[in-house]
């Protein structure tokens, strides 16, 4: 078999992570290694970059400089949501071919995965010889065939972190807290927060995911048992919760519904949801003190909240994309699997790009409560490696009071 000669291109899309740049150095510097690949491009703002030629030689990027933005949050190639059909693969495909690419690397999540896959198919048909890989990015990690997603454990770790800093103000002066989370069909993410839990009164005492169906009055009653058991109350809630028909508890608010490059609702970027939930405990429980937040971007990108375990994880999924391109002349998706549940390990296959183009994951039902407001022990053990080391633990205090000298 002949060896396959020519040029390298990277790019990312969709939402930014924590560690998205440690795929595109790992990438890269592995690319770099073979004498075949004659140079390694880096496509800016994604998908629209290629069909602008807005290309970066990265093979003239100091080793160095590609280590600092390895450990950098964020797209550093910048990214798009573009929404490419087959009209638009086919004039991704022609720049490619003109440029004489032959190995490409697309960094994202799940449409990222479809994209790869239509520009695979027109090299096809083409008989133009060509290895495309998707390497997997998501802080949903909502990837199918994958034990869990570059990206997740860093915005796990920051939600976590979150609502353990909520907790404690809550906890000091108490109420109801609301706090949105990212997440439109899975709540993984969401139900991270759990980690913020120590004692048996910590928040959240209550965590609703798009997987379950959002009722009403079911969450009134559950706001309600907590907050006269504790004097306090405090939710985690996914973006994406929805009512028995699926339709999205936001839309109740909005008359007119704004949609994404993709067709999807507008979730994010908006305070609505929580807004909604705290109007809705004010006026059935007359609880004064309800807060609501909407983390929004922060929880991709945030420079001071990064898990070791998903800076390494995703440095080798870009490294082991290099490989199986280069190395072993395939196609496909590379996905993160964990071997065993004894200890934490994992490992890296190629699967087939059709297998995990345009899929979802959900939360598996073992990891949610019965009642559909909270999370399992089963979750806990299967995100908790993920969240990395070092992770903060409040405390409090515990010396013993002093008997009152003064009666009433």
């Not at 032959?102 to 896959?117: A, L």
């Amino acid at each position: 078999m002949s060896i396959l000669e020519g040029k390298a291109l990277i790019a990312q899309g969709g939402g930014p992570t924590a560690v998205i740049n440690q795929s595109l150095v790992g990438v890269v510097l592995e690319s770099r290694k073979f004498p075949q690949v004659s140079r390694v491009y880096g496509a800016i703002h994604g998908l629209r970059g290629i069909i602008e030629e807005d290309f970066i030689d990265l093979t003239q990027e100091t080793t160095h400089n590609l280590e600092q933005i390895a450990l950098t949050p964020s797209s550093a190639l910048l990214s798009t949501r573009d929404k490419p059909d087959e009209e638009y693969c086919k004039e991704i495909f022609r720049v490619l071919k003109v440029h004489d690419i032959r190995y490409f690397f697309y960094i994202g999540g799940n449409d990222s995965s479809d994209t790869v896959r239509i520009v695979n198919e027109q090299a096809k048909k083409a008989n133009y010889e060509f290895r495309a890989i998707h390497i997997p990015k998501t802080i949903d990690n909502d990837l199918v065939l994958n034990d869990h997603t570059p990206g997740f454990g860093s915005a796990a770790r920051y939600v976590a972190q979150a609502f353990t800093g909520v907790n404690l103000d809550n906890r000091s002066i108490p109420g109801v807290y609301i706090g949105v989370v990212m997440g439109r069909h899975a709540g993984f993410l969401t139900a991270a927060s759990c980690f913020a839990k120590k004692y048996p009164d910590d928040g959240p005492h209550l965590i609703y995911l798009p997987e379950r169906a959002f009722n009403e009055e079911n969450f009134i009653k559950d706001v309600k048992g907590i907050y006269e058991k504790f004097g306090r109350c405090i939710i985690a809630v996914s973006e994406g919760i929805s009512d028995e028909k699926h339709v999205p508890i936001i839309t109740k608010l909005q008359e007119e519904i704004e949609k994404d490059a993709h067709g999807n609702i507008q979730l994010s970027g908006t305070g609505a949801l929580g807004d909604l939930l705290a109007d809705l405990i004010r006026n059935k429980l007359k609880i004064k003190r309800v807060r609501a937040d909407t983390f929004g971007y922060l929880q991709r990108s945030f420079i001071g909240c990064v898990s070791d375990i998903d800076q390494q994880e995703a440095r080798e999924v870009g490294e082991r994309a290099a490989q199986f391109a280069v190395w072993y002349d395939k196609d496909g998706s590379v996905a993160i699997k964990r071997p065993s549940d004894e200890g934490y390990s994992v490992d890296y296959e190629l699967i087939p790009i059709e297998d995990v183009a345009g899929k979802t994951k959900t939360m598996p039902n073992h990891f949610i409560n019965k009642d559909g407001n909270n999370i399992t022990n089963a979750f806990r053990t299967y995100a908790r490696p993920l969240l990395g080391s070092g992770f903060p633990i409040a405390h409090r205090l515990r010396a013993p009071k002093v008997k009152k000298l003064l009666t009433k």
